[in-house]
C-alpha cells in the first residue's frame, strides 16, 4: 500500500495534469505556458517541475498511465500464454482503460488540433513499446520467445488501439471496448483463408 507521502504526490500530479489538460483544451498547447498550469493548478513553478519537466512530458503523461495499466494487464494473463490470447487481454483491458478515464477524448481532441501537441503526446511511445515488448516476453511460452514475437505483439497492440480509438473519438462506436473487438475482428479477417486463396503460394 502507497504511503500517505506517496498518495499526496499522486493527488498533486493529477490536479497539475487536470489543470494542464483543460488550459490546453481552452487556450491551446503551444499558447499555454508552464506559468499558465502552475496558477490553474495552484502550486509554484518550481514545485510543478518536481512532477513534470515540461509541457510535453505534461501531454505524455497519459501515454505512461496507459502504459503501466497495460503491463499490468499482460503480467495478470496466465503464464504461457499463446500470442493470440496476451493480444487479445491486451487489447480488451487497454481499451477498458482508455474508454472509462474521464480526460481520454479531451486529449485525442488536443492531440488532433495541433501537431506540436501530437508530437508531445506520441514522444514516449518508443517506451510504451519497449515496455509492452518486455511483458509480453515474460508471459509467452518459450517457444515464442524470440525477440520477434513480443516486439510484434506489442507493437499490433498499439496499431489495434490506435484505429480503435480514432473510431471510438469519431463516434462510430458507443463504446471503445466495442471499437477494439472490431478491430480485432477486422484484423483476424485479412488472415482467414478464402475460396481459391492459398497462402503458401505467397
Known amino acids: 500500500m502507497a504511503s500517505l507521502q506517496a498518495r499526496k504526490q499522486e493527488l498533486v500530479r493529477n490536479e497539475i495534469y487536470k489543470a494542464a489538460i483543460e488550459l490546453f483544451l481552452v487556450e491551446g498547447f503551444e499558447a499555454t505556458t508552464i506559468d499558465d498550469i502552475a496558477r490553474a493548478a495552484g502550486v509554484s513553478r518550481r514545485s510543478m517541475f518536481r512532477y513534470f519537466r515540461s509541457k510535453n512530458d505534461l501531454l505524455a503523461h497519459s501515454v505512461m ?24 487481454q491486451a487489447v480488451a483491458s487497454a481499451a ?43 508471459k509467452l511460452a518459450p517457444a515464442k520467445r524470440s525477440e520477434d514475437v513480443p516486439h510484434m505483439l506489442a507493437e499490433l497492440t498499439i496499431l489495434i488501439m490506435n484505429v480503435a480509438i480514432r473510431s471510438w473519438y469519431l463516434e462510430r462506436y458507443s463504446d471503445l471496448p466495442a471499437a477494439a473487438e472490431k478491430t480485432l475482428g477486422d484484423l483476424a479477417g485479412f488472415f482467414r483463408p478464402t475460396a481459391g486463396f492459398d497462402p503458401q503460394v505467397m
Open 65 to 88: 498511465s496507459y502504459r503501466d495499466a497495460l503491463v499490468a494487464a499482460i503480467h495478470g494473463c496466465a503464464p504461457l500464454s499463446s500470442p493470440l490470447s496476451l493480444l487479445r
Open 96 to 138: 477498458l482503460y482508455v474508454g472509462s478515464h474521464p480526460l481520454s477524448r479531451k486529449v485525442i481532441r488536443i492531440a488532433s488540433d495541433s501537431i506540436g501537441a501530437r508530437q508531445a503526446h506520441q514522444s514516449r511511445m518508443p517506451e510504451l513499446a519497449d515496455s509492452l515488448s518486455e511483458a509480453f516476453a515474460l
